[in-house]
């Protein structure tokens, strides 16, 4: 059965870090493009940061720059998200997804495979 998984999502202070794992069961990460998207209440889902399959292109959405780190890790099968210099506005379910159909990587429609979520709260 396949699967995405998220994990490493919790409360934590302005200005401090998280990692968020990404682990896949059921395929492999290595060869596919793997996004990271959140979505804020209220707000539409938006993309956060994308890792090609080719693992030499990466993209980050202009928000996050200089803050947030995409990796990944082809023995634990799983893509993280390291997050850094965390903003209350940072606050989301961070989603990552799996099966890029082509197109704008920072668009919902194109991926075709999504994990559960994971809750991260920036907030003193």
């Known amino acids: 059965q396949r699967q995405l998984v998220e994990s490493g999502g919790g409360l934590v202070q302005p200005g401090g870090s998280l990692r968020l794992s990404c682990t896949a069961s059921g395929f492999t990460v290595e060869y596919r493009t793997i996004g990271w998207f959140r979505q804020a209440p209220g707000k539409e889902r938006e993309g956060v940061s994308c890792?090609?399959?080719?693992?030499?292109?990466?993209y980050y959405a202009d928000s996050v720059k200089g803050r947030f780190s995409i990796s990944r890790d082809n023995a634990k099968n799983t893509v993280y998200l390291q997050m850094n210099s965390l903003q209350p506005e940072d606050t989301a379910v961070y989603y990552c997804?799996?099966?890029?159909?082509?197109?704008?990587?920072?668009?919902?429609?194109?991926?075709?495979?999504w994990g559960q979520g994971t809750q991260v709260t920036v907030s003193s």
């Open positions: 997804a799996s099966n890029f159909f082509g197109g704008r990587w920072s668009s919902t429609s194109s991926w075709g495979f």
């Open positions: 890792i090609r399959n080719s693992g030499d292109t990466i």
